[in-house]
């Protein structure tokens, strides 16, 4: 009996690990068990909500654990069609409803339903579930798998899905991936990379046929910004400053321009009251402008808006590029503590325009002297701390159960003798 209760603690602690495996790839089969639907894809959602009156923002990916729900279906003929229907957390799902015609087949419909009880994600929100979708987000021809490697970004009522690293085809026919592709538009355009060179000459521009991750700038580096006002600093910024804009060409194709902010090239300005902050960077001919402000009921900091203004490469149809969103609620922080986040962060312009940042550090407002205050991590940060510890976690109680299993068992078995 000892050894039976060992065992099954010893399979749910694998199962367990198996929980917390990466499920990379969802499949859906029909009743005789043949694929129909395979799925490879990163999804990254940005949901407003209201908290106790106020305007909130949660993020949250599709976890690794997120379940192919029984609704899923290869469809009948022309009675239904195949949907990819994923469950995760506390009553969240998002469904890829597929249809066919002509010789292409695509996404007809994204639909995603989200939980706002769930006290993990939507603090101090209503218990309702609410419901977005888009029409025609993926088209690909029958026969060829989907692939699109860069962001593709949905923007709907109060959220935005964003789509990276997929690889899905419906209406399989031998149960495994097509041999053939489709690539996406966001994967196809050309691109225009601005890589730093010497201070005299900072930039060159290195155009490509496709977005080969060796084309593309790294990471850029961290710079130190501030804006002092008649309190002193009242903006104090670490980060790194990367903008991505996707325009119009002469020859009505796409492109794609990515610029890397070289710190010391980068100039800062600034105006600051009690309620208000403006930092202002400019770097050669393109400006970025971070407005934040204050909410007092919470005493809390957060970025409002962002403005954007380049001037494109030649090729671009339109030459002057401006973008700007002034209802944001990103990056925030107590009052007196600082905001920080390893991980990269792409603020959305419009869904031409993203700023992303890196290695961010910012305090608004109440700075003592040139010192961050308090850290509050952003949840990026907090999601990839506790991955590890909840690993670490399961690995130790499966050690403790396999011993506690071990020494019962030879308890049993040394109880089978008995002295004469």
Same mark, same amino acid.
């Given at each position: 009996?000892?050894?039976?209760q060992?065992?099954?603690?010893?399979?749910? #602690? #694998?199962?367990?690990?198996?929980?917390?495996?990466?499920?990379?790839?969802?499949?859906?089969?029909?009743?005789s068990g043949?694929?129909c639907?395979?799925?490879?894809?990163?999804?990254?959602? @940005?949901?407003?909500?209201?908290?106790?009156? %106020?305007?909130?923002?949660?993020?949250?990916?599709?976890?690794?654990?997120?379940?192919?729900? *029984?609704q899923?279906s290869?469809?009948?003929?022309?009675?239904?069609?195949?949907?990819?229907?994923?469950?995760?957390?506390?009553?969240?799902?998002?469904?890829?409803?597929f249809?066919?015609?002509?010789?292409?087949?695509?996404?007809?419909?994204?639909?995603?339903?989200?939980?706002?009880?769930?006290?993990?994600?939507f603090? /101090?929100?209503?218990? +309702?579930?609410?419901?977005?979708?888009?029409?025609?987000?993926?088209?690909?021809?029958?026969? &060829?798998?989907y692939?699109? =490697?860069?962001?593709?970004?949905?923007?709907?009522?109060?959220v935005? =899905?964003? !789509?990276?690293?997929?690889?899905?085809?419906?209406?399989?026919?031998?149960?495994? !991936?097509?041999?053939?592709?489709?690539?996406?538009?966001?994967d196809?355009?050309?691109?225009?990379?601005?890589?730093?060179?010497?201070?005299?000459?900072?930039?060159?521009?290195? *155009?490509?046929? @496709?977005?080969?991750? @060796?084309?593309? *700038?790294?990471?850029? $580096?961290?710079?130190k910004?501030?804006? &002092?006002?008649?309190?002193?600093?009242?903006?104090?910024?670490?980060?790194?400053?990367?903008?991505?804009?996707?325009?119009?060409?002469?020859? +009505?194709?796409?492109?794609?321009?990515?610029?890397?902010?070289? *710190?010391?090239?980068?100039s800062s300005?600034?105006?600051?009251?009690?309620? @208000?902050?403006i930092?202002?960077?400019?770097?050669?001919?393109?400006?970025?402008?971070?407005? !934040?402000?204050?909410n $007092?009921? &919470?005493?809390?900091?957060?970025?409002?808006?962002?403005?954007?203004?380049?001037?494109l490469?030649?090729?671009?149809?339109?030459?002057?590029?401006?973008?700007?969103? /002034?209802?944001?609620?990103?990056?925030r922080?107590?009052?007196?503590?600082?905001?920080?986040?390893?991980?990269e962060?792409?603020?959305?312009?419009?869904?031409? $325009?993203?700023?992303? =940042?890196f290695?961010? %550090?910012?305090?608004?407002?109440?700075?003592?002297?040139?010192?961050?205050?308090?850290?509050?991590?952003? %949840?990026?940060?907090?999601?990839?701390?506790?991955?590890?510890?909840?690993?670490?976690a399961?690995?130790?109680?499966?050690?403790?159960?396999?011993?506690?299993?071990?020494? =019962?068992g030879?308890?049993?078995?040394? $109880?089978?003798?008995?002295?004469?």
């Amino acid at each position: 009996m000892a050894r039976a209760q060992g065992a099954r603690g010893l399979l749910a #602690a #694998a199962a367990l690990l198996g929980f917390l495996q990466a499920f990379s790839s969802f499949e859906v089969k029909d009743s005789s068990g043949k694929v129909c639907i395979i799925a490879d894809l990163t999804v990254a959602f @940005s949901v407003e909500y209201k908290s106790n009156g %106020q305007k909130e923002f949660a993020r949250f990916f599709l976890p690794q654990n997120a379940t192919v729900e *029984p609704q899923s279906s290869c469809g009948k003929g022309n009675t239904s069609h195949p949907i990819l229907l994923l469950g995760f957390g506390a009553g969240h799902s998002l469904s890829l409803n597929f249809s066919e015609y002509a010789d292409k087949y695509q996404v007809e419909e994204l639909v995603f339903h989200y939980n706002l009880s769930d006290a993990t994600l939507f603090h /101090n929100s209503t218990a +309702e579930v609410k419901r977005v979708s888009q029409k025609n987000i993926i088209q690909a021809s029958l026969g &060829t798998q989907y692939r699109c =490697i860069n962001f593709k970004h949905i923007n709907m009522k109060n959220v935005n =899905i964003t !789509f990276s690293n997929v690889t899905l085809e419906a209406y399989l026919t031998n149960g495994t !991936f097509s041999m053939n592709k489709t690539e996406c538009a966001e994967d196809m355009v050309s691109t225009t990379a601005v890589v730093p060179t010497t201070p005299k000459q900072t930039t060159s521009q290195v *155009p490509t046929t @496709s977005p080969a991750p @060796s084309a593309l *700038p790294s990471n850029p $580096a961290v710079g130190k910004y501030n804006v &002092t006002g008649p309190n002193g600093t009242c903006v104090l910024a670490y980060m790194g400053l990367q903008l991505n804009i996707t325009y119009l060409k002469k020859d +009505e194709k796409m492109g794609l321009d990515l610029l890397n902010f070289i *710190p010391h090239n980068t100039s800062s300005s600034g105006t600051c009251d009690n309620t @208000s902050a403006i930092l202002n960077l400019t770097f050669e001919k393109t400006r970025v402008i971070f407005r !934040f402000a204050l909410n $007092a009921s &919470t005493e809390k900091f957060f970025l409002q808006g962002v403005n954007v203004s380049t001037t494109l490469p030649s090729e671009a149809k339109v030459p002057k590029f401006e973008a700007s969103n /002034n209802s944001m609620s990103e990056l925030r922080a107590t009052v007196g503590n600082s905001y920080k986040c390893s991980a990269e962060e792409n603020l959305q312009v419009t869904d031409k $325009a993203l700023v992303n =940042i890196f290695n961010v %550090q910012i305090q608004v407002f109440k700075i003592d002297g040139d010192k961050f205050g308090a850290v509050e991590e952003c %949840q990026l940060d907090e999601n990839n701390m506790l991955i590890p510890i909840i690993v670490g976690a399961a690995l130790a109680g499966l050690v403790l159960i396999v011993l506690i299993a071990y020494l =019962i068992g030879r308890k049993r078995s040394h $109880a089978g003798y008995q002295t004469i």
